[in-house]
Nanobody
Framework: QVQLVESGGGLVQAGGSLRLSCAAS????????MGWFRRAPGKERDFVAQ????????YYSDSVKGRFTISRDAAKNLVYLQMNSLKPEDTAVYYC??????????WGQGTQVTVSS
């Protein structure tokens, strides 16, 4: 069973940076995609970014493209989300996720990111 644990959230001023980490245990080759999602207050959970473990290919939502970078450390089974030029609208609970085949099937507990104006 895949277990995901996020860390690195916090409070930051607009224009600042944060780096989120996701520790993935129990991950196998069937969990090829790792990603980040977020849920803002009163809104649905939205896709942020993903990385394919086997190829290092990445994909971003339009709202974060050019500001956020997803990466992985294969040796440590860690996935990162580097967030730069943060905006108040980036305020949300950020979730790490992993696929099983083509489905986002495994989720972390979430970490709060708050961007003040």
């Amino acid at each position: 069973q895949v277990q995901l644990v996020e860390s690195g959230g916090g409070l930051v001023q607009a224009g600042g940076s944060l780096r989120l980490s996701c520790a993935a245990s129990g991950r196998t080759s069937i969990n090829d995609y790792m990603g980040w999602f977020r849920r803002a207050p009163g809104k649905e959970r939205d896709f942020v970014a993903q990385i394919r473990w086997s190829t290092d290919d990445t994909y971003y939502s339009d709202s974060v493209k050019g500001r956020f970078t997803i990466s992985r450390d294969a040796a440590k089974n860690l996935v990162y989300l580097q967030m730069n030029s943060l905006k108040p609208e980036d305020t949300a609970v950020y979730y790490c996720a992993a696929t099983r085949a083509t489905i986002w099937a495994h989720w972390g507990q979430g970490t709060q990111v708050t961007v003040s104006s």
